[in-house]
């Protein structure tokens, strides 16, 4: 018999590119993984999917395949060498998948959700800016972590992104973390100044999961197709993944005995048709 888990569903999201957001998914799953979870990852940036690259993985299927018919789930996951983390990888180079068609959605909710392996977290990997495929797949996420960097266009990106979460979707709680910093105090400045914001126009609560410090080891690791936590593991910053991954770890499980993903695909569905 196939154990069904409660599946902790979270997105990892960035109102621009550059502010490090699949650094910060892929990272985090190999931290869960290495305190146990089986964890997944979905690359749901649809037409300049990389996060293979930063598990040194060569995506044969993606995505594309999947929504085309041409292969299951199963034969486009990939399995890092860490056994407890897989991910499915998203397309590339690919602009018919920029915005996935009302069939192509309901197709990709239903192949996720039939995930026949046990799984505890399902880390959405979505791709930069504000579109509307990447907006559903956040306001569908159980959990939303939204990456920010000190610079004015990422402060202004998830801003915008968080108010069309909010006022459109009916989203109010969002997890910050802020990414680069040179110090403590550099990153709880640059969250007071998005709450300074946020508290000034929208009805919205941010925690502050935590900062990610600027560290020349994630370059390295990345030029060796590697992460950070895995390549450098006593580095700063693969320390820091490593606390955030326990704080992730205590947050709260859905209180039905379903998995989340058949949750995840409902309000997928559900944004599809109220919009």
Same mark, same amino acid.
């Given at each position: 018999?196939?154990?069904?888990?409660?599946?902790?569903?979270?997105?990892?999201?960035?109102? &621009?590119?550059?502010?490090?957001?699949?650094?910060?998914?892929?990272?985090?799953?190999?931290? *869960?993984? +290495?305190?146990?979870?089986?964890?997944?990852?979905?690359?749901? %940036?649809?037409?300049?999917?990389?996060?293979?690259?930063?598990?040194?993985?060569?995506?044969?299927?993606?995505?594309?395949?999947?929504?085309?018919?041409?292969?299951?789930? #199963?034969?486009?996951?990939?399995?890092?060498? &860490?056994?407890?983390?897989?991910?499915?990888?998203?397309?590339?180079?690919?602009?018919?998948?920029? =915005?996935?068609?009302?069939?192509?959605? +309901?197709?990709?909710?239903?192949?996720?959700?039939?995930?026949?392996?046990?799984?505890?977290?399902?880390?959405?990997?979505?791709?930069?800016?504000?579109? #509307?495929?990447?907006?559903? @797949?956040?306001?569908?996420? &159980? /959990?939303?972590?939204?990456?920010?960097?000190?610079?004015?266009?990422?402060?202004?990106?998830?801003?915008?992104?968080?108010?069309?979460?909010?006022? =459109?979707?009916g989203v109010t709680h969002f997890?910050?973390?802020?990414?680069?910093?040179?110090?403590?105090?550099?990153?709880?400045?640059? @969250?007071?100044?998005?709450? /300074?914001?946020?508290?000034?126009?929208? $009805?919205?609560?941010?925690?502050?999961?935590?900062?990610?410090?600027? %560290?020349?080891?994630?370059?390295?690791?990345?030029?060796?197709?590697?992460?950070?936590? #895995?390549?450098?593991?006593? $580095?700063?910053?693969?320390?820091?993944? /490593?606390? *955030?991954?326990?704080?992730?770890? &205590?947050?709260?499980?859905?209180?039905?005995?379903?998995?989340? !993903?058949?949750? @995840?695909?409902?309000?997928? !569905?559900?944004?599809?048709?109220?919009?």
């Amino acid at each position: 018999m196939i154990t069904v888990n409660a599946v902790q569903v979270i997105a990892v999201a960035g109102g &621009r590119g550059g502010c490090g957001k699949t650094n910060v998914a892929v990272n985090l799953a190999l931290a *869960l993984a +290495a305190l146990g979870r089986q964890t997944m990852i979905l690359d749901a %940036d649809l037409t300049l999917a990389n996060a293979h690259l930063l598990l040194g993985l060569v995506a044969k299927r993606t995505i594309a395949d999947v929504l085309c018919g041409t292969c299951s789930v #199963e034969q486009a996951m990939l399995t890092h060498k &860490r056994k407890n983390v897989r991910l499915l990888p998203g397309a590339s180079g690919d602009l018919s998948m920029a =915005n996935l068609s009302v069939a192509q959605q +309901a197709g990709l909710i239903h192949a996720v959700s039939e995930i026949s392996e046990s799984l505890d977290v399902l880390i959405i990997d979505t791709a930069a800016g504000i579109s #509307e495929t990447t907006l559903k @797949f956040v306001q569908a996420s &159980r /959990q939303i972590l939204v990456v920010i960097t000190d610079e004015p266009a990422s402060i202004n990106g998830a801003y915008n992104l968080i108010k069309l979460l909010s006022q =459109n979707y009916g989203v109010t709680h969002f997890h910050i973390v802020t990414n680069m910093t040179r110090s403590l105090h550099e990153g709880r400045a640059l @969250f007071a100044r998005l709450v /300074q914001i946020t508290d000034r126009f929208l $009805s919205v609560v941010l925690d502050y999961l935590g900062d990610l410090p600027f %560290d020349e080891k994630v370059r390295s690791a990345a030029q060796k197709y590697q992460c950070v936590f #895995e390549a450098y593991p006593k $580095s700063n910053c693969a320390i820091t993944y /490593q606390k *955030l991954a326990q704080k992730i770890d &205590r947050w709260p499980l859905p209180a039905y005995p379903r998995a989340h !993903l058949e949750f @995840f695909g409902d309000r997928l !569905l559900t944004a599809r048709s109220s919009s």
